[in-house]
């Protein structure tokens, strides 16, 4: 079952979508091949930790990054909607300091790779949302930070209805100016 890799404004984010299979019945997918994965991506880490929220409608989560530990994330949602968001905090990479945004939902059951380096977040655009993600490396609260969600340096174009709820951390986070980064 073949799925489809298709890459992103930043270099080495992918949008993943799953071959679903679909009759009168529902649906059937894969939600993740190993395999299917490592070939279609060329990535070659290992998931170790798989995570789960659910979080209402305005809600943003993020941008978490570790600066220790740094993660890869497989993200998707099983349940409503998000405008997922990944920030390139490598400032060896030519995308430094940009953002890419997509929407994932239940209906459009897209994927979305983040490798290590980069800093990710989410804002729930549904009534509610369940978001579910695979990590290639295991959370380390120590080594947790936060790029401010409205840094104007990053100038990221939320889909914002109002103002969003945050996290203490969140609302607490580091200008990219100021940010910890990867080399």
């Not at 009534?127 to 947790?144: C, I, N, Q, S, V």
């Amino acid at each position: 079952m073949p799925i489809t890799v298709t890459p992103t404004s930043l270099p080495d984010v992918f949008i993943i979508e799953p071959k679903v299979f679909g009759d009168a019945r529902g649906f059937f997918m894969e939600s993740f091949n190993l395999r299917e994965f490592r070939a279609a991506t060329g990535v070659a880490l290992d998931f170790v930790q798989d995570n789960h929220s659910r979080s209402s409608q305005g809600v943003l989560r993020g941008l978490h990054y570790q600066t220790t530990h740094s993660q890869g994330k497989l993200v998707r949602v099983t349940s409503g909607s998000v405008f997922d968001v990944a920030v390139d905090l490598r400032r060896s990479s030519p995308a430094f300091g940009k953002w890419f945004g997509v929407e994932l939902s239940a209906d459009n059951k897209r994927q979305l790779w983040i490798p290590p380096g980069f800093a990710h977040g989410f804002l729930v655009t549904s009534e509610e949302a369940e978001f579910l993600y695979k990590t290639t490396d295991y959370w380390h609260p120590e080594h947790e930070r936060s790029l401010l969600w409205n840094d104007a340096e990053v100038g990221i174009d939320w889909p914002l209805l109002r103002e969003p709820v945050l996290a203490k951390k969140d609302a607490e986070g580091i200008p990219l100016a100021h940010a910890e980064t990867f080399p």
